[in-house]
């Protein structure tokens, strides 16, 4: 079976850091392109990031280019994302998925919030 | 960047119904697109992709086509488990999703 299992999320003051993480089981993590898409409360979706199988491409959104950085360790099974200078438009449940050229398997969700 | 407009914003139909959702791309985006199901609390759940394949697992009562700039999500027979929001997503340039439509089952 199929998992991806974010942690990480939580409550950060703009202008501060947070590092989500992303364990896969259940497919060869290897072989596949990863990325993260966010969700603001009641809003659509919005892709974020996204990397090649060993990381040699990885490419993000314009709203967060220069401020998050994805990346991944294929001896764990893991995805993570590195978001710096986070602003209250942040705010968002963020999703990894596998991406198979589409987004076909997704985690549940982390929420980050960001708020004085 | 390729904007996806998806119509009606709402949908109310009954069980039974048939269900046409709309998704237009400021571009082409020739067959790259795809359509996700998400329920309240839940993840998107991918249903078809490349304009017209279902995905593993989704009902035959799901059908998507079109190509180009204008797609269609049709639900042959609607189901009170199909209460859902449904959004577009393009992989032709970047990645992008459509605004989203409601379907409410009354």
């Known amino acids: 079976e199929v998992q991806l299992v974010e942690s990480g999320g939580g409550s950060v003051q703009p202008g501060g850091s947070l590092r989500l993480s992303c364990s896969i089981s259940?497919?060869?993590?290897?072989?596949?392109?990863m990325g993260w898409v966010r969700q603001a409360p009641g809003k659509g979706l919005e892709w974020v990031a996204n990397m090649n199988q060993d990381g040699s491409k990885k490419y993000h959104g314009d709203s967060v280019k220069g401020r998050f950085t994805i990346s991944r360790d294929n001896a764990k099974n893991s995805l993570d994302l590195q978001m710096n200078s986070l602003r209250a438009e942040d705010t968002a449940v963020y999703y990894c998925?596998?991406?198979?050229?589409?987004?076909?398997?997704w985690g549940q969700g982390a929420l980050v919030t960001v708020s004085s | 960047e390729i904007v996806l407009t998806q119509s009606p914003a709402t949908l109310s139909l009954s069980p039974g119904e048939r269900a046409t959702l709309s998704c237009r791309a400021s571009q082409s985006v020739s067959s790259y697109l795809a359509w996700y199901q998400q329920k309240p609390g839940q993840a998107p759940r991918l249903l078809i992709y490349d304009a017209s394949n279902r995905a593993t697992g989704v009902p035959a009562r799901f059908s998507g086509g079109g190509s180009g700039t204008d797609f269609t999500l049709t639900i042959s027979s609607l189901e009170p488990e199909d209460s859902a929001v449904y959004y577009c997503?393009?992989?032709?340039?970047?990645?992008?999703f459509g605004q989203g439509t409601k379907l409410e089952i009354k």
């Open positions: 997503q393009q992989r032709s340039y970047w990645k992008t």
């Open positions: 259940g497919f060869t993590f290897s072989s596949y392109w």
């Open positions: 998925a596998r991406d198979n050229d589409y987004f076909d398997h």
